[in-house]
């Protein structure tokens, strides 16, 4: 967001504030307060004036300027009424040379999640991406993906949701005791780079969140469903500072994981290239890999679907 339209926000978001006093405590004049102000309600935000002054209302729109307007997280926002995908639009950014951009869009036409299966994404969904240059060493990419799981799953249980993560990356709701659940988000998590270091990550992010039941596959539920419709724009907000967080902080990032972890416990079936393994999962280690007991041995799985079975 223009620096100058953020501070006129921040200036008058307490009650009226005169024109004049907007323009003197930010050194501009006034013609280009008003042109300011008239920008931004064109980009949606509520501002009143009268012979008090200007005041900011409320923000109720669903837009790159709002979700930058009061978050505390260092992204800039892309942000798309209609796009094919935000992760392609997030890997063309990256490699642009851009870092610290979220791509937001209402809609994805073309959305698709992990081995290239398609993903339903209609209007009211939050469509996520994030860019990222993080120096850390590409074996610790996957705990990117586990931050993204914990922040989806934090927002998502601030909205009143029991947000629970499936191992890898499924941010899911339990139905019973046994396991079961319905999909609420799924994160896929793409790189560039070498050996040694990594030039750029995108983790993409798609949330159910204000969709009816009719738009949605009969193993997922949403937002609405649990709780009601949520305010996408603080939602957004909260991912990404619960993102910028733990990539911040990845030692904390296994810990919070395993607390939310539905996996954990459960009986599972892991197909990997090599062969499935059905066991119990126990743990996770620091990287992000599952551990899974079959009776005879431990297995780590660093890659694979994972599949909640029934207790025998």
Partial sequence: MNETRRAILERIADGPVSGPDVAESLEVSRAAVWKHIEALREAGFEIESGPTGYELTDVTVYNGPAVEYGLEAPFS???????????????????????????????????????????????????????????????????????????????????????????????????DDDGSYRKLAGILTEMEGE?????????????????????LPPEATSVRAEAGDVDRRAFVQRVLEEFDR????????VPAWRDLALTLGQRVRVDRPSGEIVGEA?????????VVDTGEEQVTVAAGDCEHLRPI
């Fill in 77 to 175: 926002v892309d942000y798309h009424d209609s796009v094919g995908s935000t992760n392609d639009r997030a890997r063309e950014l990256a490699t642009d040379g851009a870092s610290d951009v979220a791509v937001l869009a209402d809609e994805q036409t073309g959305g698709r999640g992990r081995l290239e299966r398609e993903w339903s994404s209609p209007a009211g969904g939050v469509w996520l991406s994030i860019v990222s240059r993080p120096v850390i060493a590409p074996a610790r990419a996957p705990l990117y993906t586990l931050a993204a799981s914990v922040a989806t799953a934090r927002a998502a249980r601030e909205a009143g949701v029991d947000a629970r993560i499936k191992w890898p990356n499924d941010v899911v709701v339990p139905v």
């Fill in 195 to 215: 050996t040694d270091r990594i030039e750029w990550l995108v983790v993409g992010i798609g949330v159910n969140a204000n969709i009816d039941d009719s738009e």
């Fill in 246 to 253: 733990y990539r911040n902080d990845l030692e904390a990032v």
């Fill in 282 to 290: 126990v743990d996770v280690t620091d990287s992000g890999a599952l």
